[in-house]
């Protein structure tokens, strides 16, 4: 065959192909349900509360949380249900409003729990547990919407 003729040839097969493809969905565009976003959204948080925990080892609690809120903010909530991510909005808010607190507190180093529980041991006490009450608020709201949509069921699909 000639350079030319195989070049139509080519190019021909090529244009076939791409029409048999067509009504296909692309894998990209597969919407995942919302009891998989949530589990996803719940598992990536997972991770980052473990970073948390550990990197006020080496930098401030406030350095720390706003890394945290940063990374949550990151997360693709564009699957999963509205009142879930408004819920995990709340949780990050409750998150962003401790810091003027912890910002006092600048040379703190440690775990964040051992961290938490000195900073209950000082003058803001009252206040820092009212900021830290509203973060465990928070995720009782996440929890009660995840109830929602993520049964034993839906979990043990995986």
Not at 102 to 110: E, F, N, S, V
Request: with cysteine.
């Amino acid at each position: 065959m000639k350079p030319l003729t195989l070049l139509f040839t080519f190019a021909f097969i090529t244009l076939l192909s791409c029409k048999s493809d067509k009504g296909k969905t692309p894998v990209e565009e597969v919407v995942a349900s919302p009891a998989d976003c949530i589990e996803r959204i719940l598992a990536e948080d997972s991770e980052y509360g473990k970073e948390r925990n550990h990197a006020c080892e080496t930098i401030s609690l406030s350095e720390t949380i706003a890394q945290y809120t940063k990374q949550l903010r990151g997360m693709d909530f564009s699957d999963c249900p509205a009142a879930f991510s408004k819920a995990f909005d709340g949780h990050i808010t409750a998150w962003d409003s401790i810091a003027p607190l912890t910002h006092k507190y600048p040379d703190l180093r440690g775990e964040m729990h051992v961290l938490f529980d000195s900073i209950e041991k000082t003058a803001d006490s009252t206040e820092f547990k009212r900021l830290l009450g509203a973060i465990w608020s928070t995720w009782g709201d996440i929890e009660a919407v995840q109830k929602e949509y993520v049964t034993d069921e839906t979990s043990d699909q995986d």
